[in-house]
């Protein structure tokens, strides 16, 4: 197992430069020292609508850092009730977001599932590096409180809580396939892409699944995820009535993240009026 330590700026600039003629050798794995936050792989099993998952993330995050568990927990896909679309944009641009995706079941338990570049013991996150095989992918199944107060609580960073306009049966189809993919990279690994194998991309890639071109790849709002809230406005992938700017400000639940506490009520606080932009749709239109 190797594991990979910042150097001086020198040492880090040389190694970006390098990086782009060690790529065609490199190759996915899973025997590396993982970062603790992406440590343990989700492990799936399926019996029935009974989907068992082991390693589910419940960390919780706050000033002294993060302390928590990874749990192994069932969920009943007949259950499901609700999905929502998580954006949290970093940077100066606009343009550099993460987005995820939450599920909603009948006994008020929330779980989010993330796709995100996996990063070694110590290693920081670049998407120039990402350009070049640096790092495998991963699914990260956590708590909605972990997943959420890691952007809100953490990192500082305002997140938008979309609910998606889906039938039950394609959001709980949604939900198998994102939890099946997780399964899979235990056996066959992939490198992450900063461009075509990100977040974004995979999310498009499990919602055409269910539904055939209903997300185009290649639209800049999916390489670009600060933009990939307008996309599914325009596309009505999210509930919501009125025009975007409106919305978009109306789902934002950074404040409410760090106003609640952190019990088991906290995902029902953050979803506070959220619903009341869901009843029309009449009225959408582009800005």
Same mark, same amino acid.
């Given at each position: ?40 792989a989700? #492990? ?10 082991? +390693?589910? $993330?419940? %960390?919780?995050? /706050?000033?002294?850092? =993060? ?25 100066l ?6 987005t ?31 350009l ?14 972990d ?10 960073? #305002? ?10 049966? +394609?959001? $709980?189809? %949604?939900?198998? /396939?994102?939890?099946? =993919? ?7 690994p ?5 461009l ?34 307008r ?6 992938l999210i ?26 009520n ?6 506070? #009026?959220?619903?009341?932009?869901a ?7 582009? $800005?």
């Amino acid at each position: 197992m190797s594991i990979r330590r910042a150097g001086s700026p020198a040492s880090k600039l040389i190694k970006n430069l390098t990086v782009p003629f060690k790529a065609p050798f490199r190759r996915p794995g899973e025997d590396r020292v993982w970062a603790k936050d992406q440590a343990l792989a989700p #492990e799936v099993s399926i019996t029935g609508s009974k989907v068992t998952i082991k +390693n589910v $993330r419940n %960390f919780r995050w /706050g000033e002294g850092g =993060k302390r928590g568990v990874y749990e192994v927990r069932t969920y009943d896909l007949d259950s499901i009730e609700t999905a929502w679309f998580v954006l949290s944009p970093f940077g100066l641009t606009g343009a550099m977001a993460h987005t995820f995706t939450s599920f909603g079941f009948e006994d008020g338990a929330y779980v989010s599932i993330s796709v995100e570049a996996r990063r070694e013991f110590g290693e920081p996150f670049s998407p120039w590096r990402g350009l070049w095989r640096q790092y495998e992918i991963t699914y990260v199944i956590a708590d909605e409180r972990d997943m959420i107060s890691l952007r809100t609580h953490m990192r500082g960073y #305002e997140t938008y809580l979309y609910p998606i306009e889906a039938e039950l049966p +394609n959001i $709980r189809g %949604f939900f198998k /396939g994102m939890v099946m =993919k997780a399964d899979d990279f235990r056996t066959h690994p992939e490198f992450y892409h900063s461009l075509w194998n990100t977040c974004t991309t995979n999310l498009v890639k499990h919602i055409n699944e269910i539904t055939p071109r209903r997300v185009p790849k290649l639209d800049l709002r999916v390489l670009l995820p600060g933009y990939a809230d307008r996309l599914a406005y325009r596309l009505g992938l999210i509930k919501a009535g009125g025009n975007f700017a409106a919305v978009r400000e109306a789902h934002k639940i950074k404040a409410k993240a760090l106003a609640a506490p952190l019990d088991e009520n906290w995902s029902r606080a953050i979803r506070i #009026e959220l619903n009341s932009y869901a009843s029309s749709r009449s009225d959408r239109r582009s $800005r």
